[in-house]
């Protein structure tokens, strides 16, 4: 089993810089990946981000390119993911999930889920 806890969030202007964190306990060394996914009221989870947790390989969704960065310290096992020029439509909920899976983009295959953390980006 892993448990994840987030922590961040919060209300922020158009243009901002935030950066949430993850952090994983339990098996942490089954973790093949670690990812966040956004949610509004009404619509789907959405990939954003994900990294292997091994090598630290990022990948993002096109709207969170070169805006968004993810990355991990594995002596605290900690992961983060640092938002730069947000935007109102980056408002949702972000979830941190890990996976044992190799498949990074489809939120079905991440077993473990974080509490979420509010993110809302005034204009």
């Known amino acids: 089993q892993v448990q994840l806890m987030e922590s961040g969030g919060g209300l922020v202007r158009t243009g901002d810089s935030l950066t949430i964190s993850c952090v994983p306990s339990?098996?942490?060394?089954?973790?093949?990946?670690v990812a966040w996914f956004r949610q509004v009221p009404g619509k789907e989870r959405r990939f954003v981000a994900a990294?292997?947790?091994?090598?630290?390989?990022?990948y993002y969704t096109d709207s969170v390119k070169d805006r968004f960065f993810a990355s991990r310290v594995i002596v605290n096992s900690t992961a983060f993911l640092q938002m730069t020029a947000l935007r109102p439509e980056d408002t949702a909920v972000y979830y941190c999930?890990?996976?044992?899976?190799?498949?990074?983009?489809?939120?079905?295959?991440?077993?473990?889920w974080g509490q979420g953390t509010q993110i809302t980006v005034s204009s």
């Open positions: 339990g098996r942490i060394d089954t973790i093949v990946s």
């Open positions: 990294l292997r947790w091994a090598g630290g390989d990022s």
């Open positions: 999930a890990a996976t044992t899976s190799n498949v990074l983009y489809t939120a079905d295959f991440y077993k473990y």
